[in-house]
């Protein structure tokens, strides 16, 4: 898009470049580091909230949850399992494979195992294990919804007299109050196993590792006693301990003295079938039998013995006692407190590129022009509050700030607009938004000023129903009559255009009336007699001020009227759902769309959150300056002068007002 640009609007220059490098913005998006700081700048209070309330909280559960305390002991479960008189084992050297490492961690964990725990310590007296053990809280088995009934006084009376249960469930509480306090685990292929204990009281946990590594060790042992005597008896049953052990003993040794027993009794029978028994050769076999059987006793006595003192030994040792904790395993605040710093922060971050993304309200002119692919023309600020406030004098004609910003802006607005593409003259532009705003009528008239302080005999219509804040057009009389006799022929273009005397060449209609009605008299015919009139009273430029397309549907139809449509969009507040919809409906009517403005910027959010673009902030110039310019005949000297024809930065020359123009 190719703008006419005088040398002294840097502004209107900015704007330009802005709608230059459109094409090049279209080629590809990326997210840089620049972008992201940009997010983090945006949503700093969001991300300051949530990691700052989440840090606190961290903190005061870290020094506020009860302590709890850890102790470790280390039992080793033997390598040699031998079961002496077992029917299917044998007298061999195993190892423990991970199923039998697996079975014993099992067994550690059980309830049998824990009951015996619980008796050696009398943890049924302790209040922490036993909530019926006196001292205890009784209602301990009460669920939160109880408890929350009990508070707010809806549930059962504090002095209902409670059934103390038997010693028996007493016990098996105990029992689970110890299992959900003890671990047991080993690494790898390891039989080292450790059990770890966690209970408010150091000594207590302490005192319960240490009881579980040895009654483990005893259990074992007394297992062993228990398989030793019921071997024993089936050994008895099959004829004896060495009938027993000839059948079922694999001892490498004893295998060998079985065979060669065997052959030798195979070796007798032959000699006996050709030889008596007195025969040198039967006596030799007989007495080499009987050494056989010989060493055979001795070896299963030998046998006998070591599994007899095997029986005597436990199948686990303890390898390391439980030490006297110090510091409390949990809560930690040195880990809990950065952690949460940490993960907060991520969390943040995650719901901040959350909101992000799903936040459509338009804020830049590339994303505009990205959207519809027209060129964005500018960025009108948002008047600061103190100058719009109840007490400063809108309604009045003087002007009591100095602030040229929203001047200047829309001043760079119509600059930007010009011309089309085609570098044809625009002569009837028409001025529209998606939704409403009583600023959108303003940044409207304030491009219609611009162009007639350009030197442009400019004509402004407003047919816009919807409440403005334009101070000239509040303050006169709105009289429907002259607008309605025009329309029914009656008048003539001269008696319904009002003027402004010091701003020559501009003059504007306000139609918003007419708009009303439910049945309107300003149909088509009557717009396009309007702007030929207009035209042939000299006016070079047209300003058609129509209501937001999404609001109605005054907008569509007038757009085959003008030559081009500048779409506003409120900064903030407009979505891109919102502004996809408006142009295409715009365009389905065969709107040409000039560009987008942007409007009610606010300036410093806009420039500290990175949105891009160029919004002007230009300060208040002094006092002495303002009488200056005053003076020059740029601006009004009387009590009536408007505001809003403030809209060039320095004088500018009169232009001679077209003879048939009212």
């Known amino acids: 898009m190719t703008t006419f640009v005088p040398d002294g609007s840097l502004s209107a220059r900015a704007h330009h470049r802005e709608t230059i490098d459109f094409a090049v913005q279209q080629s590809g998006a990326t997210v840089g580091l620049f972008d992201l700081w940009a997010v983090v700048k945006r949503r700093f209070w969001f991300l300051a909230s949530i990691i700052i309330g989440c840090t606190l909280l961290s903190a005061v559960a870290s020094f ?31 190892d423990r494979d991970r199923s039998a490492a697996e079975t014993e961690m099992d067994v550690l964990q059980s309830r049998k195992f824990a009951g015996r725990i619980v008796d050696r310590l009398n943890l049924i007296g302790d209040p922490s294990f036993n909530p019926y053990a006196p001292g205890g809280d009784k209602s301990g088995d009460q669920g939160l919804v109880d408890d929350i009934k009990e508070f707010i006084g809806i549930g059962s009376s504090s002095t209902t007299v409670r059934v103390v249960p038997d010693v028996r469930t007493q016990r098996d509480h105990a029992i689970s109050a110890l299992l959900s306090q003890f671990e047991v685990s080993r690494t790898g292929e390891s039989l080292a196993v450790r059990l770890v204990v966690t209970n408010q009281n150091p ?10 590594a040895t009654l483990y060790v005893e259990a074992s042992l007394e297992f ?69 059987r010989s060493m055979i006793e ?14 005597l030994k436990p199948s686990a040792r303890i390898v390391s006692t439980a030490e006297l904790p110090n510091s409390p395993s949990f809560p930690k605040p040195g880990l809990i407190i950065p952690a949460a710093f940490a993960g907060s922060t991520l969390l943040a971050c995650v719901l901040a590129l959350l909101l992000e993304t799903t936040d459509t309200r338009v804020r830049s002119g590339q994303r505009a022009a990205q959207l519809l ?39 760079a607005v119509y600059m930007a607009g010009r011309y089309s593409d085609a570098k044809q003259l625009r002569r009837i532009v028409m001025v529209t938004s998606c939704v409403h705003n009583i600023a959108n009528a303003s940044t409207a008239w304030g491009i219609a000023t611009a162009a007639a302080a350009d030197g442009r005999p400019t004509a402004f219509v407003n047919l816009d129903f919807n409440r403005h804040n334009v101070p000239y057009l509040k303050s006169i009389e709105r009289s429907p009559e002259p607008i309605e006799r025009y329309l029914r022929n009656q008048a003539v273009i001269g008696e319904i255009v009002q003027s402004i005397p010091t701003l020559p060449g501009f003059g504007f209609i306000d139609a918003s009336h007419v708009m009303m009605e439910p049945f309107r008299s300003l149909d088509s015919d009557k717009l396009c007699e309007l702007i030929m009139d207009l035209k042939q009273s000299g006016y070079d430029f047209i300003v058609l001020h129509a209501p937001p397309v999404l609001a109605s549907g005054d907008a569509t139809w007038l757009a085959p009227f003008v030559d081009g449509v500048v779409l506003i969009a409120n900064w903030g507040k407009t979505t891109e759902e919102q502004l996809l919809e408006a142009a295409a409906q715009l365009r389905m009517n065969h709107a040409h769309l000039i560009g987008t403005v942007i409007n009610q910027v606010n300036p410093e959010i806009h420039r500290r959150h990175h949105y891009g673009g160029f919004v002007i902030t230009s300060k208040r110039i002094p006092a002495g300056r303002w009488h200056r310019v005053r003076g020059n005949g740029a601006f009004p000297e009387r009590a009536d002068a408007d505001v809003n024809t403030l809209h060039a930065p320095a004088a500018r020359p009169s232009i001679t007002r077209p003879s048939n123009v009212a």
């Open 298 to 311: 001795d070896e299963v006595q030998r046998i006998l013995s070591d599994l007899e003192a095997e029986s």
């Open 224 to 292: 062993k006693q228990d398989e030793r005597v019921a071997d024993k008896e089936r050994a008895l049953n099959t004829g004896g301990a060495v009938a027993f052990l000839r059948q079922s003993m694999t001892q490498p040794l004893l295998i060998t003295l079985r065979n060669e027993e065997a052959r030798l009794l195979q070796s007798k029978a032959e000699l006996a079938a050709k030889y008596g028994k007195n025969h040198p050769q039967m006596i030799d076999a007989d007495s080499q039998i009987a050494g056989i």
């Open 203 to 212: 000594k207590l946990a302490q005192e319960i590792a240490n009881t579980i």
């Open 64 to 94: 506020s949850l009860p302590k709890t305390y850890t102790a470790s002991s280390e039992v080793v479960l033997e390598r040699k399992d031998v079961r002496p008189f077992a029917t299917d084992a044998a007298l061999t050297s195993i």
């Open 373 to 411: 692919r027209i060129p964005n023309l500018g960025y009108v600020p948002k008047i600061p509050k103190h100058l719009t406030s109840p007490g400063a004098k809108r309604s009045s004609c003087i002007p009591d700030w100095s602030n040229f910003t929203s001047a200047e802006a829309e001043r």
